[in-house]
C-alpha cells in the first residue's frame, strides 16, 4: 500500500487512491450480496434470509467505507494536510457501524421471534417472550445508538470531552433529565417494570377505560389497544402499573364465557339445561372443559339463570356466547314461551307481557 501511494505521490493527492479503494469495496460488497442472494434463494435457512431482508443494504455502504478508511488512515499519515479525509471517511464508517449494528440486532430479533409458536390454543408463553424480545430491542438499539454516537465524538480532540461525557456522567444527566422529564422517565421505568413482571403482553384481552379489547403494541411510553370495533385507544404505560383493570389472558387464553337469561319462575330449568349441553356438543367453539346451567338470582317477578361455558380463546369465548343466547332463546320461544319474563299486575286475571 505504501509503495502504491509513492507512486501517485507526484501530484501528492489521494484521490485515485480513494477511489480505487471504493470500487474494490463496491466489488466486494457486490460479489457478497449476491453469494447471500443465491445462498437465500438455493436453501432453507432462516438465518440467511434474514440476513438478505435486513442486511444487504448496509453491505453496499460498509465494506467501501473500511475500505476508503484503510486508505485515507494510511495516506493521512503520511501527508497531514489530507487529514481531513480520514476524518470525514471515519465519520461515515462510525455511522454505518451504528446501522450494521442495528440491522443485526433486528435479525436477532427476528430469528427468535421465529422459533415462537403462536398458532396454539394457549400460546400465552410464546406472546410472554415475544413482549420481553421487543422491549429488550428497543432498549439495545438506543444503547447501541448512544455508544456509537460517543465513539464518533472521542473520535475527535476538539470534542472529545462531549463523547466522554456521554459515557462517564450517566448519573448527573439522569438527575437532570429526571427534572426536565420526570413523566417520560416515569413512563420509561414503567416499561421496563411491564417488560419483567408482565401484567400485559402483546395480544392479551383487556378491559380498559371500560372498552374490550386486545394489546397491538407496547411501546417505551405508551400502549396501544386495539378496541373491538377497529378503533384504537392509546395510553401511557403508567396507566397500566397505577390503574386496575381487567387483563383475561394473563395466565392462559382459556376463558370462561357467560350468558345471562331472565325468565320466568314456571321455567323448567333442567329442560334448558339438557338444550345447553346439546348445543355445546354441536359446536367446535366449545373447548370441552367445563359447561353448567344454574339458577344465580332472583327477583320479585323473574330469575336469573347463567349459562357457563369454557373456550380455547377469548374471541371463541365471545362468539360461543352469541351462539348460546340466539339458539337457548329460539328454543324458549318456539318450546317453552311461557317462561319468557312477564310481569303481573294485582286485579289482572293474565299477566301482561
Known amino acids: ?11 501528492n493527492t489521494p484521490w485515485l487512491t480513494i477511489l480505487l479503494a471504493g470500487l474494490l469495496g463496491i466489488f466486494i460488497s457486490f ?16 438465518i440467511i434470509k434474514a440476513v438478505r431482508q435486513n442486511l444487504t443494504n448496509v453491505l453496499y455502504f460498509f465494506i ?15 501527508h497531514a494536510a489530507y487529514g481531513w479525509t480520514h476524518g470525514i471517511s471515519k465519520i461515515c464508517l462510525i455511522a454505518v457501524s451504528t446501522w450494521l449494528a442495528v440491522r443485526i440486532i433486528i435479525i436477532i430479533e427476528k430469528l427468535l ?26 432498549i439495545v438499539v438506543i444503547l447501541v445508538i448512544l455508544v456509537g454516537v460517543s465513539i464518533l465524538l472521542l473520535s475527535f480532540e476538539s470534542v472529545r470531552q462531549y463523547g466522554v461525557g456521554i459515557l462517564t456522567s450517566a448519573g448527573i444527566a439522569s438527575v437532570i433529565i429526571g427534572f426536565a422529564a420526570q413523566k417520560s422517565l416515569s413512563n420509561l421505568l414503567a416499561g421496563i417494570q411491564i417488560a419483567f413482571t408482565q401484567p400485559i403482553k402483546i395480544d392479551d384481552v383487556v378491559i380498559v377505560e371500560g372498552e374490550w379489547g386486545r394489546i397491538e403494541e407496547i411501546n417505551l411510553t405508551y400502549v396501544v389497544v386495539n378496541i373491538w370495533d377497529l378503533r384504537r385507544l392509546v395510553l401511557p404505560i403508567t396507566y397500566f402499573v397505577d390503574k386496575p383493570f381487567q387483563n383475561w389472558t394473563r395466565n392462559e387464553s382459556n376463558l370462561l364465557g357467560v350468558a345471562f337469561f331472565h325468565l320466568n319462575y314456571d321455567t323448567p330449568v333442567q329442560k334448558l339445561r339438557d338444550k345447553l349441553e346439546e348445543i355445546l356438543q354441536n359446536t367446535p367453539l366449545w373447548d370441552g372443559r367445563s ?9 320479585e317477578q323473574y330469575m336469573i339463570v347463567r349459562a357457563l361455558m369454557s373456550a380455547r380463546s377469548s374471541a371463541q369465548a365471545f362468539d360461543l356466547r352469541c351462539l348460546v343466547r340466539e339458539q337457548l332463546i329460539e328454543f324458549i320461544v318456539r318450546e317453552i314461551p311461557s317462561a319468557l319474563p312477564s310481569y303481573r299486575i294485582q ?7
Not at 359447561?291 to 327477583?299: S, Y
Not at 286485579?347 to 307481557?353: E, M, R
Open 1 to 11: 500500500m505504501n509503495d502504491f501511494l509513492e507512486l501517485l505521490d507526484y501530484k
Open 31 to 46: 460479489a457478497v450480496i449476491q453469494f447471500i442472494r443465491i445462498t437465500a434463494s438455493k436453501k432453507d435457512w432462516t
Open 347 to 353: 286485579g289482572v286475571d293474565k299477566p301482561i307481557i
Open 291 to 299: 359447561w353448567a346451567l344454574q339458577v344465580t338470582d332472583t327477583q
Open 64 to 78: 467501501p467505507l473500511v475500505m476508503v478508511t484503510i486508505v485515507t488512515n494510511t495516506y493521512s499519515r503520511q
Open 113 to 138: 421471534i421465529d422459533d415462537l409458536d403462536f398458532e396454539t390454543p394457549d400460546n400465552n408463553q410464546a406472546r410472554r417472550l415475544f413482549t420481553k424480545i421487543k422491549f429488550i430491542k428497543r
